[in-house]
């Protein structure tokens, strides 16, 4: 079967730095996604892993290992305007298919 | 260039209906895919359409199908309505071929069902 676990909540201050964590199980493993969703809104997509390592865009981050099966967003000088929900997907070889994580609900606090 | 779009944005329909939903994609995007969004359950994928053909499918029973058309936009259909159907769907596009670019989706704003 497969499987993806990401933490239910999170709440840090604003100017923090926050990590949310995932950790998957899946068969024809190819890449590790994170995608952001604000209320009553669309996710839009944050980044894209496929090989090990940190890869950085702006203030957020994300780091994949595969041999752990497990990847990480880090976001840096957090802003109340990131409060949001934060969604890790598996994309699997043989066709596209992105199966998504239940979502962390980030609440960022003055 | 234009976003995913998706119409309905709402519709209330009652047990035992049928409904249609539509998704144009980002032009020049050939892949569509469906999920299906619920509190707390996050993004259960439906299926996935490129070139006209259904390349992946989810755990969903046989009431969910869709389609797509050689404009590459898309629709979804589910009968025989039933209350745990009532969610948001969303479908989202992307380049469909192979490379990081494939990754990246970008998704409607949802069509939003209740069923009564």
């Known amino acids: 079967g497969q499987s993806l676990e990401q933490p239910s909540e999170v709440t840090a201050v604003e100017g923090a730095i926050v990590q949310i964590n995932c950790t998957y199980q899946?068969?024809?493993?190819?890449?590790l996604s994170w995608y952001q969703q604000h209320d009553g809104g669309a996710p839009t997509f944050l980044s894209y892993?496929?090989?090990?390592g940190l890869e950085e865009t702006g203030r957020f981050s994300s780091f994949l290992s595969r041999s752990d099966s497990y990847g990480y967003l880090l976001l840096q000088e957090l802003q109340m305007k990131d409060s949001a929900s934060y969604f890790c997907?598996?994309?699997?070889?043989?066709?596209?298919?992105?199966?998504f994580g239940a979502g962390t609900r980030l609440f960022v606090k003055a | 260039k234009a976003g995913v779009t998706q119409t309905p944005r709402y519709l209330i329909k009652t047990r035992g209906q049928q409904v249609t939903l539509s998704c144009s994609p980002i032009?020049?995007?050939?892949?569509v895919s469906w999920y299906q969004q619920t509190p707390g359950q996050g993004l259960q994928f439906l299926f996935e359409?490129?070139?006209?053909?259904?390349?992946n499918k989810g755990n969903f029973p046989g009431r969910f199908s869709g389609r797509q058309f050689s404009n590459s936009r898309s629709e979804m259909n589910v009968s025989t309505l039933e209350l745990g159907d009532s969610a948001l769907y969303l479908c989202?596009?992307?380049?469909?071929?192979?490379?990081?670019?494939?990754?990246?989706?970008?998704f409607g704003p949802g069509t939003r069902l209740t069923v009564l």
């Open positions: 989202a596009s992307s380049s469909g071929t192979s490379g990081r670019s494939d990754n990246e989706q970008f």
């Open positions: 899946t068969s024809g493993f190819y890449g």
């Open positions: 892993n496929a090989l090990d």
């Open positions: 997907a598996v994309s699997r070889a043989g066709g596209f298919k992105t199966i």
């Open positions: 032009s020049g995007h050939r892949s």
């Open positions: 359409y490129f070139s006209e053909t259904q390349r």
